[in-house]
């Protein structure tokens, strides 16, 4: 690309959440001729990694970590129409129906967890918080999702995810979609109790996951 100044503009500009330097830096990029995918692929993707390793080791903070994912989200939404005209598309990696459980008004972690698929190229359906297990199911099943996301932050919430397991047993749908439970009392022993393809209480590492259980990375 025009120098590597842009390359390095658009990194610092994703690490920073400044979506007004962002989409500067990759406007040039695009007038120099740099392939919008390979831009995605190569410089925002790579930084926006950098960014939840920064987070998950305790050096960024929320608020900052928010930003970088919004700043990803305004370069993507940019690139789409490059993306377009050159006839490149983003697979989508897959679609998630995200929710915090019933009882649970917790919903800062799920909203990182949502803007992070979003920067990760995934179709996002935030069913909000407090949504009983039905509605999951049922709103999932409309979307037709892969995946469904569960967020669950009190010990009292936590038995609402087995519930959903349960429910989309008792529908026959076990195995239709893969579901991913997060949040503080959440444990990979639990997930792995009620079934569920991953349990934690890292967004990164969770979105990693189903990038990884969609094929990718
Ligand atoms: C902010 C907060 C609130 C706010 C919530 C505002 C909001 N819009 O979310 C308010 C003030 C409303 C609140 C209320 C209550 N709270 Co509160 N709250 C917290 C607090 C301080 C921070 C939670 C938070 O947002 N953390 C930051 C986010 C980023 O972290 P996170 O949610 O864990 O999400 C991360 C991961 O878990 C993961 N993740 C989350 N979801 C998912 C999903 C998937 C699929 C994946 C992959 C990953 C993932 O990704 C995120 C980023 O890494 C915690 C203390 C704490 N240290 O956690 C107590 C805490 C969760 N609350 C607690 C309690 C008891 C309550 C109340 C019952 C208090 C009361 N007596 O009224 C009520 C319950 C209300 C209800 N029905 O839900 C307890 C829970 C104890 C327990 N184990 O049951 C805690 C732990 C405080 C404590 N030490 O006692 N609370």
């Known amino acids: 690309m025009s120098g590597s100044s842009a390359r390095d503009r658009i990194h610092q500009a994703i690490i920073d959440g400044d979506d007004k330097m962002v989409v500067g830096a990759v406007?040039?990029?695009?007038?120099?001729?740099?392939?919008?995918?390979?831009?995605?692929?190569?410089i925002l993707n790579p930084a926006l990694k950098e960014v939840g390793d920064r987070f998950n080791k305790g050096d960024m903070y929320l608020p900052e970590l928010i930003l970088s994912a919004e700043a990803m989200e305004?370069?993507?939404?940019?690139?789409?129409?490059?993306?377009?005209?050159?006839?490149?598309?983003?697979?989508?990696?897959g679609k998630v129906a995200m929710a915090t459980v019933q009882g649970d008004i917790h919903d800062i972690g799920k909203n990182i967890v949502c803007a992070l698929l979003r920067a990760n190229g995934f179709e996002v359906l935030d069913l909000g918080r407090d949504v009983p297990a039905a509605t999951i199911v049922a709103k999932a099943e409309e979307f037709e999702a892969d995946i469904i996301g569960l967020s669950a932050l009190l010990s009292t919430t936590l038995p609402y995810c087995r519930d959903t397991m349960e429910l989309l047993k008792e529908k026959g749908l076990e195995g239709r979609f893969k579901v991913f439970i997060g949040?503080?009392?959440?444990?990979?022993?639990?997930?792995?109790?009620?079934?569920?393809?991953?349990?934690?209480a890292h967004a990164e590492a969770g979105v990693t996951r189903m990038l990884r259980a969609q094929g990718r990375g």
């Not at 406007?27 to 190569?42: D, K, Q, T, Y």
């Not at 305004?74 to 990696?93: D, S, T, Y």
């Not at 009392?185 to 639990?190: H, W």
């Not at 792995?192 to 934690?200: H, V």
């Open 27 to 42: 406007e040039e990029a695009i007038e120099a001729g740099v392939a919008p995918l390979s831009m995605i692929n190569e």
């Open 183 to 200: 949040g503080g009392p959440v444990t990979p022993e639990f997930a792995e109790e009620i079934g569920a393809e991953y349990g934690g």
């Open 74 to 93: 305004v370069a993507v939404k940019f690139l789409q129409p490059h993306l377009e005209a050159r006839e490149e598309r983003i697979e989508i990696p």
